[in-house]
C-alpha cells in the first residue's frame, strides 16, 4: 500500500511556470511506475506524463511534450512535474499515480493500469 498526497497547484497567468510535487509514503517508492494525470469535468482521464521506476524513460502527451517534465528523487519518494509557458487549457484537477513494476524501465500512460492515486491538486491558468 502506497499513500500519494500531492502539492504545488494554484492560480497562475498564462505563460507562467508551476511545480508540482506527489510525495509517497507506505512502502519502497523505488518499486512503482508513476503518473501524473488530469481530467476536466466531462472530460476522460488524461496521463499527462510517466516516468519509469529508474527515472530513465519518461513518456507525454502531445499538447505539453516541451513545456512540461516529470522526475523523480527515490530517496525522497516524490515524483514532480515541473510545468512551464502555461496555458488556459491547461486548467485542471492534476493527480498523481502509482503502479507496482517488476520492469525498471517500464512507463504505464493508461489510467487502468494504475492501482494507487492522490486526491488531486487543482491547476488554473488565467488567459
Known amino acids: 500500500q502506497v499513500q500519494l498526497v500531492e502539492s504545488g497547484g494554484g492560480l497562475v497567468q498564462a505563460g507562467g511556470s508551476l511545480r508540482l510535487s506527489c510525495a509517497a509514503s507506505?512502502?519502497?517508492?523505488?518499486?512503482?511506475?508513476m503518473g501524473w494525470f488530469r481530467q476536466a469535468p466531462g472530460k476522460e482521464r488524461e496521463c499527462v506524463a510517466g516516468?519509469?521506476?529508474?527515472?530513465?524513460?519518461?513518456a507525454y502527451v502531445d499538447s505539453v511534450k516541451g513545456r512540461f517534465t516529470i522526475s523523480r528523487d527515490n530517496a525522497k519518494g516524490t515524483v514532480y512535474l515541473q510545468m512551464d509557458s502555461l496555458r488556459p487549457t491547461d486548467t485542471d484537477v492534476y493527480c498523481c499515480?502509482?503502479?507496482?513494476?517488476?520492469?525498471?524501465?517500464?512507463?504505464?500512460?493508461?489510467?487502468?493500469?494504475?492501482?494507487?492515486w492522490g486526491q488531486g491538486t487543482q491547476v488554473t491558468v488565467s488567459s
Open positions: 499515480a502509482a503502479k507496482v513494476v517488476i520492469s525498471s524501465d517500464y512507463v504505464a500512460t493508461a489510467p487502468n493500469e494504475y492501482g494507487y
Open positions: 516516468i519509469s521506476w529508474s527515472g530513465g524513460n519518461t
Open positions: 507506505g512502502r519502497t517508492f523505488s518499486n512503482y511506475a
